[in-house]
Nanobody, 123 residues
Framework: QVRLVESGGGSVQGGGSLRLSCEVS????????MGWFRQAPGKEREGVAGIGIYDRGSYGDSVKGRFTISKDNAKNTLSLQMNSLTPEDTAMYYCAAGWTAYSNCLRADYNYWGQGTQVTVSS
């Protein structure tokens, strides 16, 4: 059974940084795409960043230049470094894993999702 566990969320002032991590377990091969998504209250889920076997890193327009996604295959961990945070980044952040390869993992079909970690940015 594939399991994704996010960590690293919290509260930070605007302009600050946070690093999210997602530990993936329970799979025999892949995944071919992994991504970070977020959802704020009353808003639709938004793709933040994706990475995969054909994708070195894809980003949503609102986070380009501020966020960096990375994957440590040896540790089965996906990370998201978030810099220059603003109150608009406040949301629940979810990690996802998929077994279909895409050149842009933000557009992938995801099979498994984590429970989420809350990020709150104050002004």
């Amino acid at each position: 059974q594939v399991r994704l566990v996010e960590s690293g969320g919290g509260s930070v002032q605007g302009g600050g940084s946070l690093r999210l991590s997602c530990e993936v377990s329970g799979y025999g091969y892949g995944p071919y795409c992994m991504g970070w998504f977020r959802q704020a209250p009353g808003k639709e889920r938004e793709g933040v960043a994706g990475i995969g076997i054909y994708d070195r890193g894809s980003y949503g327009d609102s986070v380009k230049g501020r966020f960096t996604i990375s994957k440590d295959n040896a540790k089965n961990t996906l990370s998201l470094q978030m810099n220059s945070l603003t109150p608009e980044d406040t949301a629940m952040y979810y990690c996802a894993a998929g077994w279909t390869a895409y050149s842009n993992c933000l557009r992938a079909d995801y099979n498994y999702w984590g429970q989420g970690t809350q990020v709150t940015v104050s002004s």
